[in-house]
């Protein structure tokens, strides 16, 4: 699967909840859904790294979740399994490390280059999370297990 193909992916339904339920306009709301379907690519290939998204994509990520069938649809189409959305919790973060939201910032920006405003970290810079950052950890975990 290409990163084209995954961006070309379309859920109007999701979209129009991005809108409503997060008070954006078309535009931010599109670029919310284009940068939540980039984490969902690095997350689909990572090949076994822990990767966590920005808290704006994660607000995404629990708005598709919502639209089960499409969800669980759309994984299994685009990385042939589903991909869990893991809460952060202290334990967790023990077993897992705090670099899951740096490893998802360099990956993306890898794939796909520069990265838009929603992939900016804690510090409203995406920079220092890639960078030397322990504190941007991501709020949530993405694994196949």
Same mark, same amino acid.
């Given at each position: 699967?290409?990163?084209?193909?995954?961006?070309?992916?379309?859920?109007?339904?999701?979209?129009?909840?991005?809108?409503?339920?997060?008070?954006?306009?078309?535009?931010?709301? /599109?670029? &919310?859904?284009?940068?939540?379907?980039?984490? #969902?690519?690095? =997350?689909?290939?990572?090949?076994?790294? !822990? @990767?966590? %998204?920005?808290?704006?994509?994660?607000?995404?990520?629990?708005?598709?979740?919502?639209?089960?069938?499409?969800?669980?649809?759309?994984?299994?189409?685009?990385?042939?399994?589903?991909?869990?959305?893991?809460?952060?919790?202290? /334990?967790? &973060?023990?077993?897992?490390?705090?670099?899951? #939201?740096?490893? =998802?910032?360099?990956?993306?920006?890898? !794939? @796909?280059? %520069?990265?838009?405003?929603?992939?900016?970290?804690?510090?409203?810079?995406?920079?220092?999370?890639?960078?030397?950052?322990?504190?941007?950890?991501?709020?949530?975990?993405?694994?196949?297990?």
């Amino acid at each position: 699967m290409t990163p084209a193909e995954v961006l070309a992916y379309e859920n109007p339904d999701l979209l129009e909840r991005i809108m409503e339920k997060e008070s954006m306009t078309e535009e931010q709301a /599109r670029s &919310l859904y284009r940068d939540l379907l980039q984490f #969902l690519y690095v =997350a689909g290939t990572g090949g076994g790294k !822990v @990767f966590s %998204p920005t808290a704006a994509i994660d607000t995404a990520w629990h708005h598709f979740i919502l639209f089960t069938h499409d969800y669980a649809d759309f994984c299994q189409r685009y990385f042939g399994r589903f991909i869990h959305h893991v809460p952060k919790t202290k /334990r967790r &973060l023990h077993l897992v490390g705090d670099g899951s #939201l740096r490893n =998802a910032i360099q990956t993306a920006r890898a !794939v @796909f280059g %520069p990265l838009g405003q929603n992939w900016t970290g804690k510090h409203g810079d995406g920079e220092s999370c890639v960078t030397d950052c322990t504190q941007c950890g991501g709020h949530t975990n993405c694994q196949d297990k």
